[in-house]
T-cell receptor, first 114, second 111 residues
Framework: DAGVIQSPRHEVTEMGQEVTLRCKPI?????LFWYRQTMMRGLELLIY????????DSGMPEDRFSAKMPNASFSTLKIQPSEPRDSAVYFC????????????FGQGTRLTVV | QQQVKQSPQSLIVQKGGIPIINCAYE??????FPWYQQFPGKGPALLIA?????SEKKEGRFTISFNKSAKQFSLHIMDSQPGDSATYFC??????????FGQGTRLTINP
């Protein structure tokens, strides 16, 4: 398996524009997580899905952020409208079924909002 | 209750030294404590993990020490090498798969 695949790897956009980040989890994994990493706040969990259903979105910063998982092999994180403070590295991770299993991370999307 | 506090923020050690990174948690429901290693431009990757029924776990040069009563755990790297230079994150979860991460420690091993 190629691992968790995220696209794009880098995104530069202007303030106010819509940004969509994409994630393909590892086949057979049933949980998917979106994290945001910044120097100030470290790794923050934004939202996670179990069997394509959002379980906990308490980390989503505000209504400008939304996430979907239409099927087991694809998820998106959308920011509309984007702001400079959204600049960060966004990671997607997936896990096998079961409790406390290893989270496999993608390479991340570095987002810069100017 | 959901926080995991990690220290130090950064650490510089000479090759062959034993860097130690510490974490503390509050939520007694946590029952899984992994450490992740992250290289620049990469996502975090699982290094080693421990459950609270043991006080120590070793995998190669990496050791986790766990103190359940103090709600603390630490990572020790024996015979550290320049290739170990990375950012290390402790984490914790309880029941659900939701991992709570520490702030990270940027480790530099000088040759």
């Amino acid at each position: 398996d190629a691992g968790v695949i995220q696209s794009p790897r880098h995104e530069v956009t202007e303030m106010g524009q819509e940004v969509t980040l994409r994630c393909k989890p590892i086949s057979g994994h049933n949980s998917l997580f979106w994290y945001r990493q910044t120097m100030m706040r470290g790794l923050e969990l934004l939202i996670y899905f179990n069997n394509n259903v959002p379980i906990d979105d308490s980390g989503m910063p505000e209504d400008r952020f939304s996430a979907k998982m239409p099927n087991a092999s694809f998820s998106t994180l959308k920011i509309q409208p984007s702001e400079p403070r959204d600049s960060a590295v966004y990671f997607c991770a997936s896990t096998y079924p079961g409790m406390n299993t290893e989270a496999f991370f993608g390479q991340g999307t570095r987002l810069t909002v100017v | 209750q959901q926080q995991v506090k990690q220290s130090p923020q950064s650490l510089i050690v000479q090759k062959g030294g034993i860097p130690i990174i510490n974490c503390a948690y509050e939520n007694t429901a946590f029952d899984y404590f992994p450490w992740y290693q992250q290289f620049p431009g990469k996502g975090p990757a699982l290094l080693i993990a421990i459950r609270p029924d043991v006080s120590e776990k070793k995998e190669g040069r990496f050791t986790i020490s766990f103190n359940k009563s103090a709600k603390q755990f630490s990572l020790h790297i024996m015979d550290s090498q320049p290739g170990d230079s990375a950012t290390y994150f402790c984490a914790a979860s309880g029941g659900a798969q939701k991992l709570v991460f520490g702030q990270g420690t940027r480790l530099t091993i000088n040759p």
